[in-house]
């Protein structure tokens, strides 16, 4: 590594960090993850801070290549007009076999936490990142967890969105998500409001999460596997994200996941199910509660649970 570059890349990503914490959509949910898992790997920004980007020099840059950078650390992967077996000799000749034998680093697993934090801004929007516990991309509810996520708040037919934008109109942006890791996951909620619309819009998000542990219907489930499916097919339109999607289901899985045995998997999915996993989000901590702009961060809290 040569000093003088790793000084302007260094100069770089401290940019990039300011204009993240500038954003508060980003900021929102940098600051969510902080949350979810306080003082682990996956709670700490992907920028770093200012400090430990500038901290960081050549001796550690290296001890990272080291301790990472191996061959049983490392997939390729390849889709489209490819040659497997000339492929194969590619990375035989420019991967180089240093420890080979080496395995991947023990990690701690990562656990749930939650809490709340609120920057005030002096700004006309309140942004709200919200997460509730979910379960690992190896859990037999990984895929009840996406189509909960997708019924909850993954369009303009879902619960979240025609409650709180359609009906009430309380926020310019409201949608769900579930996020699953190798050995956690969360189900994610946005709402982008005004500040007096703040504290309404977060216990409509409670409300509708109850109400679908309660009366969830099988209409709602349809629509949201066939949002899934749909938006399976549409990832894997392009080589590059095949390619993606199979080097990361090779490090969670050992082995890609053809899109059959995915669509399958989204079929095998029942009401109760889904249901399931709402009542688990609800019930298994405490939220996480992110706000970013003028709130009452307390108010907030109660109407969304965490004080109950």
């Known amino acids: 590594f040569d000093e003088g570059e790793l000084a302007k890349e260094r100069e ?23 949350l979810i898992f306080k003082d682990q790997s996956l709670g700490r920004p992907i920028l770093g801070s ?15 290549m080291d301790r990472l950078y191996f061959p049983g650390n490392l997939i390729v992967s390849a889709a489209g007009a490819v040659d497997e077996e000339a492929i194969a000799r590619a990375v035989e000749a420019r991967f180089p076999k ?11 697993s990562p656990h749930y936490v939650g809490g709340l934090a609120a920057d005030e801004r002096d700004i006309e929007q ?7 516990p979910g ?15 997708e019924a909850l708040g993954g369009g303009m037919a ?54 679908l542990a309660e009366n969830l219907t099988e209409q709602e489930v349809e629509r949201a ?16 994200g095949r390619a993606d999607a199979a080097a990361g289901q090779a490090f969670t899985f050992g082995r890609p996941i ?29 939220p996480a509660i992110s706000i970013v702009g003028p709130a009452d961060a307390a108010a907030v809290e109660k109407a969304v649970g965490a004080a109950h």
């Open 12 to 34: 770089v990503v401290v940019q990039e960090i300011g204009e993240a914490a500038d954003s508060p959509d980003d900021a929102v949910h940098e600051q969510l993850q902080t």
């Open 50 to 64: 200012v400090e430990s980007v500038r901290s960081h020099g050549r001796g550690r840059l290296r001890g990272f």
């Open 98 to 108: 240093v420890n080979a034998a080496k395995e991947r680093p023990a990690r701690p």
């Open 126 to 132: 309140t942004h709200i990142a919200l997460a509730f």
């Open 135 to 149: 379960v690992s991309a190896r859990h037999e509810d990984a895929y009840a967890m996406r189509i909960f996520a």
């Open 158 to 211: 879902s619960r979240l969105f025609q409650t709180i934008r359609e009906e009430r109109g309380l926020a310019y942006s409201v949608y769900s998500y579930a996020h699953s890791y190798d050995e956690a996951g969360i189900l994610g909620v946005y709402v982008g409001a005004d500040a007096e619309n703040a504290v309404l819009a977060s216990e409509l998000v409670r409300q509708e999460m109850e109400g």
């Open 225 to 240: 596997r066939a949002m899934l499916k749909s938006t399976l097919l549409m990832g894997l339109e392009s080589p590059y």
């Open 258 to 286: 053809p899109a059959a045995e995915i669509r399958e998997l989204l079929e095998r999915v029942t009401v109760e199910d889904v249901r399931r996993c709402a009542a688990r989000s609800l019930n298994d901590g405490k």
